[in-house]
């Protein structure tokens, strides 16, 4: 500790290259964390899904809907034990551009598959008793100020035409992956307001056991082949997967990216820390002759770029950790659950500790190896 | 007694093809609590002899021993402590570190002892005040005179205590009020403290200041004469 107050003056030599090269060090860790985290993001939400939740939706494609008297035929498959259905609805609130979810869903079968979607009993009676009726995530409130009892008119973009909800209640996911900025609504009011076209976008089934994932929904599939509109059946976790491939590679895209940003800031750091190096010669000449060894001096030239390099660290991937969580960012509900996990933050850290062993170890090795006569020589 | 002994040294360098012969068979002693001035024209070896002596080049053939210990044969990593303790060294100019203030600059060399802070800044203070700068401890090297800075850098080379001050022409850069003033310093400290002391200098003045000076040239020792106290 006692080479402290040199390190801290040598960095404190040029303030201001010393904090852009932090600041750019900082940058580059915050922007890798970011990215990775997009990755983490939809790594999480691909995987999400409970093992006993089947999603059955139209064979041709998802855009396609599936009719709704298959729910009985569904609940006779043996290993079923419950079965919901939604459609997607696509509505725009305003003239927002802000883009929501809204899912028509058979209220009572929906919550009671998704225990996830946690709601206070009296506001989830209040939503199963009104057709007109639905419920909201805790960021809707946040983003347009909607409150219980509230009328709340949809434009309809799928299915035309106003469409007014009445707010009943605000849920709060106890798992991070499910949006919380989705409104929900009953089916049968779309029913209702299409003129009963009996229309089901996909079925949600529960199973008793797991194990038994791939026969149930072969047995499934088997039963609506020849119908005309065929099934495809697959796990909840593949279904999610499926939208998570929709984005293309993009693991590798933001996995490529990262890394491209880190090794730019490598090569500005890199140069920095030489060019405060070759500045120093004399200096590192008189030390040496003053008693300093190699190896204090290689640390010496190490402890300033690992300053830069974990104050860049703390600021950069602290500063990812707290915006993202403070902010409850979710990238317009694209991203649910957005937030910097442990491990991006150890990776992180990882590659701090690459950037300061990649840019300082040949400044240091040259102050080590700096031979004094010659180097007094040349700046004499 | 001689506290650095020169024995049959040669030196030499290579530039390009060609090889450039500094000393030849030098062989020179240096009493201990002697003030001894290496005179000479440029080129004549001196800088090169100073070097040698604090172990910061190695000569081509020969031995060199301070204070018992032989340097010539000395690794970089047991040259850096024993440089540590046993010499002081002041350069001619860019001796200090400009980002430290006085009192930093001169705590350096017990940054590699095993001393206190309290008893780094005892000595510090001391050194600070043998040379008269007692008053200019938080003052950057910016803030000082040339002669300021050399007096800094020459508390800096006593405040260790080592065996042995060399000085690389100490009062080239200065002017005439500010040489005299880091030559009585040097006399000083010679005469009060008994430090031994190796100055090169080109100025008459500065070897006016030593009991001893040697005049080299080409390499060879070629006039040796003691100058009363």
Known sequence: MKFLHLVLANLRRHPLRTLLTTASVALALFLFASLRTVVTTLQAAAQFGSARRLVSTNATGIVFTLPLGYVNKLRTVPGVEAVTWANWFGGRYGDTKRFFAQFAVDPESYLEMYPEIALPEDQKQAFLRERSAAIIGRRLVDAFGWRLGQDVTIQGTIFPGDWTFTVRGIYTPTDPVINDDMLLFHHDYLEERLHNPGDAGWYVIRIHDANQAAAIAKTVDGQFRNSSAATKTGTEQAFNASFATMWGNVSLLMGTMGFAVVFAILLVTAKARMMSARERTAEVAVLKTIGFSDRTLFGLVMLETAAIALTGAVVGLGGAKILYRSTNFNAGGFLPGFDVTGATLALGAGVALFLLLASGLVPAIQAARLPVVQALRRVE | ?229
Do not use: C
């Open chain 2, 1 to 229: 007694m001689a506290l650095v002994e020169i024995r049959d040294v040669d030196k030499s360098f290579q530039r390009g093809a060609e090889r450039i012969e500094i000393f030849t068979g030098l062989t020179l002693d240096i009493p201990e609590g002697s003030f001894t001035a290496l005179m000479g024209p440029s080129g004549s070896g001196k800088s090169t002899l100073l070097n040698l002596v604090a172990g910061l080049d190695r000569p081509t053939r020969g031995a060199i021993r301070v204070a018992g210990a032989e340097v010539s044969s000395m690794t970089p990593g047991q040259l850096a402590p024993w440089r540590a303790r046993h010499i002081g060294f002041v350069f001619q100019q860019l001796n200090l570190l400009p980002v430290l203030t006085a009192y930093q600059n001169v705590e350096l060399p017990l940054l590699l002892t095993r001393l206190s802070r309290k008893e780094r800044d005892q000595r510090i203070r001391i050194a600070l005040g043998v040379v008269g700068l007692d008053d200019r401890m938080a003052h950057y090297p910016r803030q000082l005179s040339g002669g300021q800075e050399q007096r800094v850098a020459i508390a800096r080379a006593i405040v260790a205590d080592p065996t042995l001050v060399l000085l690389d022409e100490p009062t080239g850069q200065l002017d005439a009020r500010s040489s005299a003033d880091v030559l009585q310093l040097l006399r000083r400290l010679n005469g009060e403290f008994a430090k031994t002391i190796l100055i090169v200098t080109h100025d008459a003045h500065a070897a006016e200041a030593a009991r001893t000076v040697l005049h080299l040239d080409k390499g060879t020792l070629i006039e040796r004469h003691g100058v009363p106290a």
